[in-house]
Nanobody
Framework: QVQLVESGGGLVQAGGSLRLSCAAS????????MGWFRQTPGKEREFVAR????????YYADSVRGRFTISRDIAKNTVYLQMNSLKPEDTALYYC???????????WGQGTQVTVSS
């Protein structure tokens, strides 16, 4: 079993920055990629960003491209999401996810709350 633990959420003013971390642990972990998703009450969970584990290729939602940066530390089995120029509409519960192949995400963290005040 793989466990994903997020950290780094909090309350920040609009225009500010936060960095989220997601540490993977458990049995031998070999990911195809890891990603970040977010969800607000009453809405579907939406894709934010993902990174391939071997090559480090990154993908972003249009709403965050240019403001957010995803990265990974292979030695630490950790993925990061640097969020800059935050907007109130970025307020959400942010989830980390991982998958061993390019199919559905198998593993999810418990989520970390990000709140951006105007």
């Amino acid at each position: 079993q793989v466990q994903l633990v997020e950290s780094g959420g909090g309350l920040v003013q609009a225009g500010g920055s936060l960095r989220l971390s997601c540490a993977a642990s458990g049995r031998t972990f070999r990911a195809f990629d890891m990603g970040w998703f977010r969800q607000t009450p009453g809405k579907e969970r939406e894709f934010v960003a993902r990174i391939t584990w071997s090559g480090g290729t990154t993908y972003y939602a249009d709403s965050v491209r240019g403001r957010f940066t995803i990265s990974r530390d292979i030695a630490k089995n950790t993925v990061y999401l640097q969020m800059n120029s935050l907007k109130p509409e970025d307020t959400a519960l942010y989830y980390c996810a991982a998958r061993p192949a390019p199919t559905n995400y198998d593993y999810w963290g418990q989520g970390t709350q990000v709140t951006v005040s105007s």
